[in-house]
């Protein structure tokens, strides 16, 4: 069998390595840095949603400022988050002033309760199973309690992290919302020597935009839908039994900030909504959260797809896929940008399909000359 024998120099053989570890060193890096670069990507994602309303405001303003204008944005989104936490802060604290009231009484009945099971134990001969249950559950108590300190540190950790990577995305995006057009048109003006290109290029990245600005729009209009049905089954069950349909206001915020959150937002504006309910009354509680879980399969799987495809040039069917894959992927923050993410990649397809067509279109015509 003949062959040839190839001759590769040692110094293409030195550059190949080179590429390869350099690869794997880039590799490793990201995997190291994840943290910090979903701490950017959050951050980038934020600039872009709240970039219209910083550019609106910066048009208004008399001193035409990009960077007043994002405090501005975010002074209104602070005071949104903490007028809807005022709202709530006054029913918990008023049902745990009553149930503070009533601990004693509880307490007393429990303990009544107790007696009376033993009784009842010793009628039965089932007194020494129920003593060793009750002394389990007493070791397990006195174990939680015995780590609560750890648990307490723990958790106290995680809420300080929680705000110092909260407080770095905020630093991250005010400065990508004052900085960002600048850097952008240095971007198209030194990175593309043929204007042709740079305006072709500069129209893909504008589509993109209105991708992700859509996606925002869509979400929005999810969440006004949700927030508002809530506020409705509030008002009904409120005048139904008797409790202050002063709950509706702070249900209807939780509920339409929550939807914002991705796959999970549902459950918790749902459970917190549940739960300020049920401190007036339990069957209320679990009326609304049936009434929350039949709309919300309304909303997410008729109405939701709709919305979101028709604001972004999308078919229902896609943006069910994009959500499930993002979630897979990467969680809650992959099923947050899985649908904006693939709006661009479709934006993409399209102008790659549209050249091809337009290249395929010249050459016979060409041929004919």
Same mark, same amino acid.
Request: charged share 10%.
């Given at each position: 069998?003949?062959?040839?024998?190839?001759?590769?120099?040692?110094?293409?053989?030195?550059?190949?390595?080179?590429?390869?570890?350099?690869?794997?060193?880039?590799?490793?890096?990201?995997? *190291?840095? #994840?943290?910090?670069?979903? =701490?950017?990507?959050?951050?980038?994602?934020?600039?872009?949603? &709240?970039?219209?309303?910083?550019?609106?405001?910066? !048009?208004? *303003?008399?001193?035409?400022?990009?960077?007043?204008?994002?405090?501005?944005?975010?002074? $209104?989104?602070?005071?949104? *988050?903490?007028?809807?936490?005022?709202?709530?802060?006054?029913?918990?604290?008023?049902?745990?002033?009553?149930?503070?009231?009533?601990?004693?009484? +509880?307490?007393?009945? &429990?303990?009544?309760?107790?007696?009376?099971?033993?009784?009842?134990? !010793?009628?039965?001969?089932?007194?020494?199973?129920?003593?060793?249950?009750?002394?389990?559950? %007493?070791?397990?108590?006195?174990?939680?309690?015995?780590?609560?300190?750890?648990?307490?540190?723990? $958790?106290?950790?995680?809420?300080?992290?929680?705000?110092?990577?909260?407080?770095?995305?905020?630093?991250?995006? &005010?400065?990508?919302?004052?900085?960002?057009?600048?850097?952008?048109?240095?971007?198209?003006?030194?990175?593309?020597? %043929?204007?042709?290109? !740079?305006?072709?290029?500069?129209?893909?990245?504008?589509? =993109?935009?209105?991708?992700?600005?859509?996606?925002?729009?869509?979400?929005?209009?999810?969440?006004?839908?949700?927030?508002?049905?809530?506020?409705?089954?509030?008002?009904? &069950?409120?005048?139904?039994?008797?409790?202050?349909?002063?709950?509706?206001?702070?249900?209807?915020?939780? @509920?339409?900030?929550?939807?914002?959150?991705?796959?999970?937002?549902?459950?918790?504006?749902?459970?917190?909504?549940?739960?300020?309910?049920?401190?007036?009354?339990?069957?209320?509680?679990?009326?609304?959260?049936?009434?929350?879980? *039949?709309? /919300?399969?309304?909303?997410?799987?008729?109405?939701?797809? #709709?919305?979101?495809?028709?604001?972004?040039?999308?078919?229902?069917?896609?943006?069910?896929?994009?959500?499930?894959?993002?979630? /897979?992927?990467?969680?809650?923050?992959?099923?947050? @940008?899985? $649908?904006?993410?693939?709006?661009?990649?479709?934006?993409?397809?399209?102008?790659?399909?549209? !050249?091809?067509?337009?290249?395929?279109?010249?050459?016979?015509?060409? +041929?004919?000359?």
């Amino acid at each position: 069998m003949n062959g040839k024998l190839i001759d590769i120099s040692t110094k293409t053989m030195v550059k190949f390595w080179l590429v390869i570890i350099g690869l794997v060193l880039v590799l490793g890096a990201v995997w *190291l840095a #994840k943290s910090a670069i979903i =701490m950017i990507l959050v951050a980038f994602f934020l600039a872009i949603v &709240l970039n219209r309303p910083v550019a609106f405001f910066a !048009r208004v *303003l008399p001193i035409h400022s990009r960077a007043l204008g994002a405090v501005i944005v975010f002074i $209104i989104t602070l005071i949104v *988050l903490g007028g809807v936490i005022f709202l709530m802060l006054p029913v918990f604290f008023e049902q745990f002033s009553s149930f503070a009231k009533s601990l004693p009484d +509880t307490i007393a009945s &429990l303990e009544h309760q107790s007696l009376l099971l033993m009784d009842f134990a !010793r009628s039965v001969g089932m007194e020494e199973t129920i003593t060793s249950a009750l002394n389990n559950m %007493s070791n397990d108590i006195s174990q939680i309690v015995a780590n609560l300190g750890t648990t307490s540190v723990n $958790i106290v950790t995680n809420i300080v992290n929680t705000f110092v990577n909260a407080g770095l995305v905020f630093v991250l995006t &005010l400065f990508m919302l004052v900085e960002g057009p600048s850097w952008l048109d240095k971007f198209w003006k030194y990175a593309y020597k %043929s204007a042709e290109k !740079r305006a072709r290029h500069k129209a893909i990245a504008t589509k =993109m935009y209105n991708v992700i600005s859509s996606f925002v729009t869509s979400l929005g209009i999810i969440a006004a839908i949700n927030g508002i049905l809530a506020g409705i089954g509030v008002f009904v &069950l409120g005048m139904a039994f008797g409790f202050t349909v002063s709950l509706i206001l702070p249900i209807a915020s939780v @509920v339409f900030i929550t939807t914002f959150i991705p796959i999970f937002g549902p459950f918790i504006g749902g459970g917190l909504a549940g739960v300020l309910v049920l401190l007036y009354n339990p069957v209320a509680a679990i009326i609304l959260i049936a009434w929350l879980i *039949l709309y /919300q399969q309304i909303v997410y799987n008729f109405l939701s797809p #709709k919305i979101q495809g028709k604001w972004m040039n999308m078919s229902a069917l896609l943006v069910l896929v994009a959500m499930v894959v993002g979630l /897979q992927i990467s969680g809650l923050f992959g099923a947050l @940008v899985a $649908i904006p993410l693939t709006g661009c990649i479709v934006i993409l397809v399209r102008e790659v399909f549209k !050249r091809y067509s337009q290249n395929t279109a010249v050459i016979p015509n060409s +041929t004919k000359k």
